[in-house]
Nanobody, 124 residues
């Protein structure tokens, strides 16, 4: 089981980025996937989540209305579309998967596998 996050970069405030989480060794469509982020000097926080069966999505309050998580089963990839980015969105973003039921999607301990992060920097 491997996850590879990509798509980070430098963007101006108000700009957009799309992060990708490519899965290998398993079918991502059958498992819950979440995005987390960690900013310098801050704790890791859950950003968004897509459930394994019905595809329900959840978001942190700080990103609601700006970020959208989606899944492409054909590509075995989960995306995080980030619009209207703000400087406070600057962080390393990670994707993670859980092989069993997730009770609290925003808690890192719920997840079994993590990908390497991708850095998002929002700055003018």
């Amino acid at each position: 089981v491997q996850l590879q996050a990509s798509g980070g970069g430098l963007v101006q405030p108000g700009g957009s980025l799309r992060l990708s989480c490519a899965a290998s060794g398993f079918s991502s469509g059958y498992y819950a996937i979440a995005w987390f982020r960690q900013a310098p000097g801050k704790e890791r926080e859950g950003v968004s989540y897509i459930s394994r069966r019905d595809g329900n999505t959840y978001y942190a309050d700080s990103v609601k209305g700006r970020f959208t998580i989606s899944r492409d089963n054909a590509d075995n990839t989960v995306y995080l579309q980030m619009n209207n980015l703000k400087p406070e969105d600057t962080a390393v973003y990670y994707c993670a998967t859980a092989l069993s039921y997730v009770g609290e999607w925003f808690q890192g301990y719920e997840y079994d596998y993590w990908g390497r992060g991708t850095l998002v920097t929002v700055s003018s």
